[in-house]
């Protein structure tokens, strides 16, 4: 089982922990060869399973800065308090027995002055949402199509996804040293010609009142990168926004993701430019 480092000065904010499986569970003739034989939405997600797992064999070989905002939101929805951080950040991975273990290393770059003991949300591993998608996880949700969106002048596949209840989930609420697996639903925006993930969005099911916590919504963008030495175009995070609302707490954190790097140079990176 994939397991996410975090750690928070706050209990309050010991949740917004994504723990990650990744295990291959396609074998030969798993699914239908002909393309013609499988319907235009299986056949996108299967075809997204590749992009994921392209996605995530990427996003292991760079690092990048990731610039944090924390904020926490007054009753009125105003902003009572700021903190901002930037950090180098990679992902590091390991081989366990039953799956990969995940571990997001932060090495601080620069970070606000600590002033009051304000309690605020610490988010980590949405940067890997759409791991959904991945073959390990795609039986523990169901799937439709959504009317396509125009995005920059690409027409995009919407695909909604929604947990199914008592099966694995890929995210988990960590409160009080335990976790509570989460019922997320949400939509995905997927290129019909890659199949790369553009944009995912989501949020609970429903409210989890019993362990205080009443609302959860994320939204996470990636683009293409290019880097010099390399002819693959990577597709990786740019933003991931999450909001949070307990029954005493709001919260909401952003994460950029900027100059990114591969480990095999120190070539910096070029976000692509759309046509």
């Given at each position: 089982?994939?397991?996410?480092?975090?750690?928070?000065?706050?209990?309050?904010?010991?949740?917004?922990?994504?723990?990650?499986?990744?295990?291959?569970?396609?074998?030969?003739?798993?699914?239908?060869?002909?393309?013609?034989?499988?319907?235009?939405?299986?056949?996108?997600?299967?075809?997204?399973?590749?992009?994921?797992?392209?996605?995530?064999?990427?996003?292991?070989?760079?690092s990048c800065n990731e610039t944090v905002i924390q904020l926490k939101?007054?009753?009125?929805?105003?902003?009572?308090?700021?903190?901002?951080?930037?950090?180098?950040?990679?992902?590091?991975?390991?081989?366990?027995?039953?799956?990969?273990?995940?571990?997001?290393?932060?090495?601080?770059?620069?970070?606000?002055?600590?002033?009051?003991?304000?309690?605020?949300?610490?988010?980590?591993?949405?940067?890997?949402?759409?791991?959904?998608?991945?073959?390990?996880?795609?039986?523990?949700?169901?799937?439709?199509?959504?009317?396509?969106?125009?995005?920059?002048?690409?027409?995009?596949?919407?695909?909604?996804?929604?947990?199914?209840?008592?099966?694995?989930?890929?995210?988990?609420?960590?409160?009080?040293?335990?976790?509570?697996?989460?019922?997320?639903?949400?939509?995905?925006?997927?290129?019909?010609?890659?199949?790369?993930?553009?944009?995912?969005?989501?949020?609970?099911?429903?409210?989890?009142?019993?362990?205080?916590?009443?609302?959860?919504?994320?939204?996470?963008?990636?683009?293409?990168?290019?880097?010099?030495?390399?002819?693959?175009?990577?597709?990786?995070?740019?933003?991931?926004?999450?909001?949070?609302?307990?029954?005493?707490?709001?919260?909401?954190?952003?994460?950029?993701?900027?100059?990114?790097?591969?480990?095999?140079?120190?070539?910096?990176?070029?976000?692509?430019?759309?046509?």
């Amino acid at each position: 089982m994939t397991r996410q480092s975090s750690k928070s000065a706050d209990p309050l904010a010991r949740w917004a922990r994504w723990a990650f499986i990744c295990a291959v569970l396609l074998s030969a003739g798993a699914r239908p060869s002909p393309a013609d034989s499988v319907a235009p939405l299986e056949q996108l997600l299967h075809r997204s399973e590749k992009s994921v797992e392209r996605f995530w064999q990427q996003f292991a070989d760079v690092s990048c800065n990731e610039t944090v905002i924390q904020l926490k939101l007054g009753k009125s929805g105003k902003v009572t308090y700021q903190r901002e951080a930037l950090f180098d950040y990679l992902v590091m991975l390991e081989l366990h027995s039953d799956g990969i273990g995940v571990t997001e290393s932060r090495q601080a770059k620069r970070e606000s002055a600590k002033g009051e003991n304000v309690p605020l949300l610490v988010t980590n591993g949405f940067a890997t949402m759409l791991l959904v998608f991945h073959p390990y996880y795609q039986n523990s949700f169901e799937f439709e199509s959504l009317p396509d969106e125009v995005v920059n002048g690409t027409s995009l596949k919407r695909i909604h996804f929604r947990h199914v209840k008592g099966t694995r989930s890929p995210s988990a609420l960590q409160l009080r040293g335990r976790e509570y697996p989460l019922d997320l639903e949400g939509t995905a925006w997927i290129d019909p010609d890659s199949a790369t993930i553009s944009r995912i969005e989501s949020g609970l099911e429903s409210s989890l009142e019993d362990v205080g916590l009443r609302t959860l919504h994320c939204d996470v963008r990636y683009a293409p990168i290019r880097f010099s030495t390399s002819k693959e175009e990577y597709w990786l995070p740019t933003t991931a926004e999450i909001e949070a609302e307990t029954t005493r707490q709001h919260w909401r954190n952003l994460h950029r993701f900027t100059d990114y790097k591969r480990f095999s140079t120190d070539a910096h990176e070029e976000v692509a430019k759309k046509p």
